[in-house]
């Protein structure tokens, strides 16, 4: 036989290349389950700075004569400062609210020219009802994903102050009015989550407890400094409404977080919604002004500008209920972002679950079968309010700060939407 | 567990005999098959263990054996120089009664005709299966892949179906019953790293790079299933009738696995033999939609590559042979090993 040393060699790097792996496991691309997801990957898309303002009571807190371009120009600038990142370098800017006329989209836009942001840097405004925080950082996760940008802001922003109110939602056509299904839509949130309560058998003793827990919670945070990482101070104007006169404040806590309230002192309170009814100002989320802003990127660009990961962005999922029930939203959403990330409830160390009215938080934790030690480790929207558009950002701060200051990784917030939908995004801390 | 060692040999592949219920065959190689002699162990179960009835040496490394389907006593292998080699083992001289040399490489399989039984395939590195006729020292036919081919099988249902997967990922199926045409009797090239087939798609679905397929294995029960299996450690069940991708994925192993076999049995069971010194057993679910596939039992027992693996037919159900790079065959009691 001619050649053998080079048959041998061959045979040899045959058998070799068998056994070449590349380090990695069986299902090379898969990128499902736990391990999967705790993974480093230079794709990943990373949160590398995320802060909110804080919260005031809408009406009468010191945001209240602030506009919401305003905040959300302050949050701008905070997060440049913070972040130290090039402006120039941020390609498109989404943010989300619900009240302002038209969106927002042009006085937005004009709120990231003044903050610093080059013209070069798109703004768009974007409108999922509650929602809308969480779909802007996700539109940016996806467009960073996709390749249409490298490095974007997803932002929310409420003024409910000076914009809460009829104008924010348009005449319906009687067409709209005649179809059952789409008139629903105009059924105000409080009434309808009222009659989730009745349907679905919340009582008032689990919704006062739960409210009061989240109260609870929410002090206990603010005494302790928690919200201190997440929450940048803004200087506002503000009017007085005993004296009149215009001050200069800086607002540094969430003004909404109260001492003292319990189950008991919260069964006092008048039903708001029904003479024999369960929802009352005390459990449910209250009106409130804030703006909140992520910094998002892939980890390869992170690495190459030094920026630091805080966490990053796996999935989302966004689902449709019917309109008169859409607090059932996050119990719809949750199962399907998890299933996407291909991790089960068990895998999730913290939920932020938008507490928009006790009774349809507690309907969705039990039946999700949640752990509720995990659910809102530092309060809610019943203590610290719910600016509609902001609430979605707001959550990407207050999950990952909370996350990695206890050392766990798993996260996943989540929101029922007015006019039924439901929307639920896994995050992991690092 | 029997144990026989084939001392100085390194095993490649073993198989029982379809006439005598005790009778084992072995191809076996020195120094791991990459260059040097081999040789082909007969091996008998006795009441005293394995015993070793006959070996014959041959010139290079052997890496496959079949057994005649006609005549009890003829046995083939296929070597490292490319030929095949049948054998006698009735008659006393250690030489082949016929040698079947047309491939340029080596000669990685060989498999009988189950069916018709009066012909046998070879599948080669240099991008060949062969079909022969063991009267005839000329091959019927050579179907090319272009691509070395680690394995070949015939259908053991349809007769004229014949099987080959290759190190360029793709399961090749020929149908000899149809005209040759310009596709050489090809019906179906399946590449075998697809996504899986689910029900529901909307599911992200894993994708896998191609790699190197290095055996596979007809169903004994259900004519269209096969399993194929090769580097990347995954076994994967196909149905012939959708061939879009494969129906199940079977994980565990965490090296490649170098040969699959069904059981002759039960329809859903599986060995595998794997460079991770581990024997498998595998259910695939059968079929039955929903039914999970699940790894049911783990043979440890090899201490160097396992290379083969062959179920046997007679006696209690259940009892295998597998052979390895450890010079170890090992005869055991499959059902022993499985939990569940």
């Not at chain 1, 496991?25 to 480093?40: C, E, R, V, Y």
């Not at chain 2, 006609?70 to 490292?80: A, C, E, I, K, P």
């Not at chain 2, 052979?323 to 065959?329: K, T």
Request: proline share 5%; aromatic share 8%.
């Amino acid at each position: 036989m001619t050649q053998a040393p080079d048959k041998a060699r061959e045979r040899l790097s045959q058998v070799s290349g068998h056994l070449a792996s590349d380090n990695q496991p069986a299902l090379p691309s898969s990128g499902l389950g736990k391990d999967a997801i705790l993974k480093k990957s230079p794709d990943d898309v990373v949160v590398t700075c995320a802060i909110r303002t804080p919260f005031t009571k809408g009406g009468k807190g010191p945001l209240k004569d602030t506009m919401g371009a305003d905040l959300l120009l302050y949050t701008f600038k905070n997060l440049l400062s913070r972040s130290k990142i090039d402006p120039s370098l941020v390609e498109d800017i989404a943010t989300g609210c619900v009240l302002a006329p038209g969106g927002g989209a042009t006085e937005f836009r004009a709120a990231a020219l003044a903050a610093g942001f080059p013209d070069s840097t798109a703004v768009k405004s974007l409108n999922r009802q509650c929602s809308s925080g969480l779909q802007a950082c996700v539109d940016i996760a996806n467009a960073i994903k996709s390749g249409m940008i490298e490095i974007g802001i997803g932002s929310g922003v409420e003024s409910m102050s000076t914009q809460y109110g009829p104008g924010a939602v348009t005449e319906f056509s009687e067409l709209l009015e005649n179809h059952m299904q789409a008139a629903n839509c105009k059924v105000p949130m409080g009434v309808l989550s009222e009659q989730m309560a009745k349907d679905k058998k919340v009582t008032r003793k689990d919704q006062d407890a739960f409210a009061a827990n989240s109260f609870q919670k929410a002090i206990k945070a603010q005494e302790q400094g928690l919200f201190d990482e997440e929450i940048m101070p803004v200087t506002v104007k503000y009017t007085d409404p005993k004296t009149e006169e215009e001050k200069t404040v800086t607002v540094t806590k969430d003004d909404g977080v109260r001492t003292g309230i319990t189950a008991e002192s919260l069964s006092k309170i008048r039903a708001a919604f029904a003479k024999d009814g369960t929802i009352h100002a005390g459990n449910a989320s209250q009106v409130s002004d804030g703006a909140a802003a992520v910094l998002l990127m892939k980890r390869s660009t992170a690495e190459r500008l030094g920026q630091p990961i805080l966490g990053k962005y796996v999935n989302a999922s966004v689902v449709g209920v019917p309109p008169l029930l859409m607090g059932i939203g996050p119990w719809k959403a949750i199962p399907v972002a998890l299933e996407k990330a291909g991790i089960s409830k068990d895998d999730v160390d913290i939920f932020e679950i938008n507490e928009a009215f006790a009774s349809q938080c507690v309907w969705c934790i039990k039946e999700l079968g949640l752990d509720e030690s995990k659910v809102n480790p530092k309060g809610g929207a019943i203590a610290f309010g719910h600016p509609l558009g902001c609430t979605g950002a707001r959550q990407v701060s207050t999950l990952l700060t909370e996350l990695r200051r206890t050392g766990q990784k798993v996260g996943v917030s989540s929101m029922c939407v007015g006019t039924g939908m439901g929307m639920a995004a896994v995050w992991v801390a690092e | 567990m029997l144990e026989f060692r084939t001392q100085g040999f390194q095993g490649y592949a073993v198989k029982y005999s379809p006439f005598f219920d005790n009778r084992l065959a072995v191809a076996a190689s020195a120094n791991y098959g990459l260059v040097g002699n081999g040789r082909l162990y007969v091996l008998e179960l006795t009441a005293n263990g394995i015993q070793c009835l006959k070996w014959y040496p041959t010139q290079d490394a052997l890496y496959d054996v079949a057994h005649s389907e006609v005549h009890s006593n003829h046995l083939l292998t296929s070597s490292g120089d490319g030929s095949l080699r049948l054998y006698d083992v009735s008659l006393a001289p250690e030489f082949p009664i016929a040698t079947f040399q047309e491939h340029s490489r080596e000669a990685f399989s060989c498999s009988w005709n189950l069916t018709s039984k009066a012909t046998f395939a070879s599948s080669s590195w240099d991008g060949n299966v062969k079909i022969w006729n063991p009267e005839r020292q000329q091959s019927l036919l050579t179907l090319p892949t272009h691509s070395c081919t680690y394995s070949t099988q015939w259908n053991p249902h349809t007769d004229g179906l014949l099987s080959a997967v290759c190190s360029d990922s793709h399961l090749r199926v020929w149908d000899l019953r149809t005209p040759a045409s310009a596709n050489n009797h090809l019906i179906l090239q399946i590449p075998i790293h697809s996504a899986p087939n689910t029900i529901n798609n909307a599911r992200l679905q894993p994708t896998f790079p191609p790699s190197e397929a290095l055996t596979h294995d007809w169903n004994k029960y259900r004519s269209e299933v096969l399993a194929t299996a090769g580097v990347d450690r995954i076994i994967r069940t196909f149905d012939i009738r959708q061939p879009k991708g494969p129906v199940q994925l079977l994980q565990g192993h965490t090296y490649a696995v170098r040969k699959v076999a069904w059981s002759p049995h039960l329809p859903d069971l599986l060995l595998s033999a794997s460079y991770d010194m581990t024997c498998r057993v595998w259910s695939d679910g059968g079929g039955a939609p929903g039914k999970p596939a699940a790894e049911l039992g783990n043979m440890g027992r090899h201490t160097e590559f396992a290379t083969g693996v062959d179920w046997c037919m007679f006696g209690n159900e259940g009892w295998a042979a597998t052979c390895g790079w450890d010079e170890r065959v090992c005869v055991w009691d499959v059902r022993a090993f499985m939990s569940g």
